[in-house]
């Protein structure tokens, strides 16, 4: 990991030059500034996710997250994953939920219990029977 420091730091005392306390990082944010628009050549800016190892996937619980958009995404999953629902509707969410309770699946993003007592189209289905 870099150290980031101002852009020009090493111009001015005042800005850190031989004073390692003044050395703070300040965000570039002028209009033509090259390091602001992140060219090459430049020192690294501050950003999110800077350095990170992008091919060690993330670990949730000591499972492997995997995104899930429909039922066969679900039945694909072993017991090392744990499932990341992602944008569906509520019908299909309630069928998602259903299966993943019957295959003791783990749902990170989505309390499952809560979620299926807080619906109405559970409580419909539970009447009829």
Do not use: C
């Not at 965000?27 to 628009?37: A, L, Q, T």
């Not at 989505?110 to 807080?118: A, D, H, I, P, S």
């Amino acid at each position: 990991m870099p150290k980031f420091l101002r852009r020009t730091w090493s111009r001015y005392s005042k800005l850190g030059k031989r004073r390692k306390k003044k050395q703070v990082w300040r965000s570039p944010k002028g209009r033509d500034n090259k390091m602001r628009e992140k060219q090459k050549a430049y020192p690294a800016v501050v950003s999110m996710g800077y350095g990170t190892n992008k091919k060690n996937k993330t670990r949730i619980r000591g499972k492997i997250p995997v995104l899930v958009k429909n039922l066969n995404d679900l039945k694909k999953m072993n017991e090392k994953q744990i499932a990341i629902i992602g944008k569906i509707g509520r019908k299909n969410k309630i069928e998602m939920v259903k299966k993943a309770k019957e295959m003791k699946i783990q749902i990170h993003n989505l309390n499952t219990e809560k979620f299926l007592k807080q619906n109405p189209r559970m409580k419909k289905e539970e009447n009829k029977k």
